[in-house]
């Protein structure tokens, strides 16, 4: 623990520190472009010079300097204001000062930086470097001539995403940021370097010339394009919401996100059910409430009704449609659509218990029918960093490119019960060993597999639980707290072969086998589930409504309204108070407060924010064995629901990324 | 050196380079190479094994030798590294070729000492043999660059011609070392001054004159 002087004041930083972080703990400002706290030290663009005793006497990288005791550093002397001064007009050199056509006007480093700490004045004269122009894919545009070599890109790439596609070419003034032969950036993750860049050399191209960062209305979310539960910000404008971008929370996603989640936005105003749908003589027919309410009235399906709730729904509008189906006497309530039908007894053996932020000091990880890649995006970076740290990785199920060292054990389920005796004895061994099921693994009968393993390896332990399993849906959580969930998975309620059916946004079930049911579909977008639907009722995106989102810890989250729904879309929860007026039944509600606090008295872990606690993992001494070639649920990492499907970018992503199909673009 | 660019991938490339490969001798120089280095750290001889790619490209075409995008490739693959990690190097040092060149790269350095003692005649002499900065002769033999200083300012002015320096040049000796090179034969390298062997002061030293014939003690002459 360093004691060390800044600005004359003296403070005490931990060992380890840089000089840079100790001027921070001491509450000055260090103007930065290529350090960034999740990046490693680049030391490049100098702009955080301070000027350091004991030392050589001239300004010094702060960022790449290590604090020590007795340092004397001064970030207010001439010497700084001179040598700040002098780095801005250097970077500003090349730099084409085309700021009023540039998208990153208004939340500009390089902008806000050359304000509080530049000349005010160039006194350069001569050309301008300019640089050919780069492509980088369909989410990033690039104007490269904007670079000044941060190489927060490359590092990037390199070192969070896993994938080296970004690199530095040629030297000196020459030097260039560009892929190779300028192939797209290929990875789940490439458009956070659109964040990371500091100057407006990369940004988001469907974004392009939208709008300027000082026009929007900022609104915080959560992601529900996967169930990490990633911390968003919506900027909308009007009644649009024209970007998404990560919120910094080092619990959940740090400050990354996925794109497939980055670009939910280009669907939300597209393939919008905007208006009731009636079924008339097999035909879907536009219709107004009043006939929509009174069609799903005339119904009459007693307690022969049923529930199915989509991926992307909050846990308030769960509550309301199982309140309405308890009112009418039923209980079938069902949200893993695609059949799954693990045991959901106890809400601990079906949690990510090592949590997002600790899985990172797990020592021995085994990947058990998880392509966590496509799953869980932002999962990936945390295993990197487990592996950094020295952890080992074996993966069962079809092998995907894991970006790190791991060791394929099989595709097949029942190899976690015959494990290679080198593979068992490392986790036996191992300090703080994980194993993390996906999909794949619950599908095959992996959940009382998994749990043998972890019993038998002891995975929970004083201060440690490595017991995990990672779901795909942001609502699989919340739904399974309030419920959500038959004995024989989605195959009972078919079994059961409800009269009424009352969808979610159920888009991924198999609506064939319901070919007999009422199907009231109760969604956003027309996809699959209004195909199929007989009555559609327009509905609130996550973008339009206030709810409550669980991830696959257990992370009870809230997300805000950002706008209205278009058209005669309403919020979810009013739909289904209407629902019970129209069946004459009473739910107990009459307003989002007072069913969000009818949801809390029910289930108290869904009105505090933070991890709920779903008490230990059962011990089991014997399991039916796990078998079956294990299947990825994934087909199409950008199209995995009805947002993603609606979004010209995704498609487009999928098409030119995924099945390499080129879409031409008119010239600029 | 803002207009260094990799030759364009195309299917003429790759058909002819797509199978790159080392003869026997370089992949036994190329195991040594990569030996040197302590496991797990084999990138570090990406710049010993692309400069071994280049000479193995240049022996094969008879040229001084260049760096087409497959043979990156394979180097890349032989240290399991991605492949702009190579290109990145490959484009950051200007001893690696990125496009094709002639038989004789003809490296003439323009910095100031070579300028002031008349690098000016030796470029004159080059265009006069037909040689233009950054293009390669017709017939293949001579591609010439300019360069900046390479360390052989007490020589001036000097040329670099694939592994060789030429020093102490004026128009005339550079004039005959390009036809010597053009017919095939080798002319003798380092300096071209007569009377001189390296870079020992012309006309016998100016300094420590008393130390030429025997150990001179200058200690009380301070």
């Known amino acids: ?668 | 050196m803002a207009d260094r660019h990799p030759e364009p991938d195309s299917p003429a490339l790759r058909a002819r380079w797509g199978q790159f490969a080392w003869t026997g001798d370089n992949a036994a120089r190329a195991q040594d190479i990569i030996a040197r280095y302590p496991a797990g750290r084999q990138r570090s001889a990406v710049m010993p094994l692309l400069d071994l790619a280049q000479r193995q490209v240049g022996a094969e075409e008879q040229t001084q030798g260049w760096l087409p995008l497959p043979v990156m490739e394979f180097v890349a693959r032989e240290l399991a590294m991605p492949v702009i990690r190579v290109l990145e190097v490959a484009t950051f040092y200007t001893m690696y070729n990125l496009a094709p060149i002639g038989r004789f790269h003809v490296q003439i350095c323009g910095t100031t000492p070579c300028m002031l003692r008349g690098s000016d005649d030796i470029m004159a002499a080059c265009k006069a043999k037909g040689l233009k900065k950054g293009h390669t002769t017709p017939d293949g033999l001579f591609t010439l660059t300019e360069v900046e200083c390479m360390g052989n300012c007490a020589s001036a002015p000097m040329v670099q011609i694939n592994d060789d320096n030429y020093e102490d040049l004026t128009a005339d000796s550079m004039t005959h070392i390009l036809d010597e090179l053009a017919a095939g034969r080798q002319p003798k390298t380092g300096t071209q001054a007569p009377g001189r062997h390296t870079v020992e002061p012309l006309g016998g030293p100016t300094t420590l004159v008393a130390m030429v014939s025997e150990n001179h003690d200058y200690r009380g002459e301070w």
């Open chain 1, 1 to 668: 623990m360093p004691k060390l002087k800044v600005d004359g004041v003296e403070i005490e930083v931990p060992a380890g520190a840089t000089v840079l972080q100790a001027c921070e703990l001491a509450g000055k400002e260090i103007p930065r472009f290529c350090y960034h706290e999740r990046l490693s030290i680049a030391g490049n663009c100098r702009m955080c010079l301070v000027e350091v005793k004991p030392g050589p006497p001239k300004p010094q990288a702060s960022c790449a300097l290590p604090a020590s005791e007795g340092q004397e550093i001064r970030t207010d002397s001439e010497m700084v204001k001179k040598a700040r001064e002098g780095v801005m007009e250097f970077l500003l050199i090349n730099h084409p000062l085309d700021c009023p056509i540039c998208d990153q006007g208004g939340e500009c480093d390089l902008q806000d930086q050359s304000v509080a700490y530049g000349r005010g004045a160039s006194r350069y004269h001569e050309e301008k470097r300019a640089v050919t122009q780069k492509t980088m894919g369909p989410l990033i545009k690039t104007v490269m001539t904007r670079c000044i070599h941060c190489t927060r890109c490359v590092r990037f790439s390199e070192e969070v995403a896993g994938v080296d596609e970004i690199g530095a070419l040629y030297r000196g003034e020459g030097m260039q940021i560009a892929t190779y032969l300028e192939q797209a950036a290929k990875h789940e993750l490439s458009a956070n370097v659109i964040d990371l860049c500091p100057v407006g050399a990369l940004t988001s191209r469907p974004y392009a010339f939208e709008a300027r960062p000082w026009e929007l209305k900022k609104t915080i979310g959560i992601d529900v394009s996967d169930a990490i539960g990633a911390n968003i910000r919506l900027d909308s404008r009007g009644r649009e919401v024209l970007r998404i971008l990560p919120r910094v929370n080092d619990d959940v996603n740090e400050e990354w996100l996925a794109d497939r989640a980055r670009y939910l936005v280009d669907g939300l105003t597209r393939r919008r059910l905007d208006t009731p749908w009636l079924r008339v003589d097999g035909k879907l027919q536009a219709a107004t409430w009043a006939e929509a309410l009174a069609a799903v009235g005339k119904v009459h399906p007693g307690s022969s009704v049923a529930v199915i709730a989509g991926d992307m729904v909050d846990c308030e509008t769960m509550f309301a449609a199982k309140k309405l189906a308890n009112a009418l006497g039923s209980t079938m309530l069902e949200g893993r659509q695609t059949g799954l039908a693990y045991d959901t007894s106890n809400l601990a053996a079906v949690a990510f218990n090592s949590t997002l932020a600790g899985i990172e000091s797990a020592d021995a990880i085994l990947i058990y029918g998880s392509h966590v890649r496509d799953e869980a995006p932002l999962l990936n970076p945390r295993l990197r960093k487990a592996v950094k740290a020295g952890a080992k990785v074996w993966l069962i199920g079809p092998w995907w490119d894991t970006t790190y060292p791991a060791t394929h054990l099989g595709d097949d389920a029942s190899v976690i019960d015959a494990l290679p005796e080198d593979v068992a004895s490392v986790f036996a061994n191992a300090a703080r060993p994980a194993i993390i099921i996906g999909g794949g693994a619950l599908a095959k009968g992996g959940l009382g597999a998994g749990l043998g393993f972890a019993a038998r390896f002891n995975l929970v332990r004083e201060g440690w639980n490595g017991f995990n399993v990672l779901h795909f849906a942001a609502a699989r959580m919340g739904g399974l707290m309030l419920g959500y969930a038959q004995a024989g998975g989605i195959g009972d309620i078919v079994a059961a072969a409800p009269k009424l059916v009352i969808s979610l946004g159920a888009d991924e079930v198999d609506w064939s086998k319901f070919a007999n049911s009422l199907i009231v579909h109760i969604g956003h977008h027309g996809d699959k589930a209004a195909h199929a639907a007989d009555v559609i009722l327009p509905a609130a995106a996550f973008s339009e409504k206030d709810g409550t989102y669980v991830n696959t810890e257990g992370r009870v989250q809230f997300s805000e309204k950002a706008v209205f729904a278009p058209g005669e879309a309403r919020e979810d929860w009013t739909i289904l108070r209407a629902l019970a007026d129209a069946f004459g039944v009473t739910v107990g509600f009459d307003s989002f407060d007072e069913l969000r606090a009818a949801m809390i008295a029910e289930v108290p872990a869904l009105g505090a924010e933070g991890l709920a606690d779903y008490g230990a993992i059962p011990a089991i001494a014997d399991h039916a064995p796990a078998s079956g070639v294990i299947g990825y649920a994934v087909k199409d990492r950008y199209l995995t629901n009805a947002i993603g499907r609606a979004s010209p970018t995704l498609q487009r992503c999928s098409a030119e990324l995924i099945h390499g199909v080129f879409q031409a673009e008119a010239a600029e």
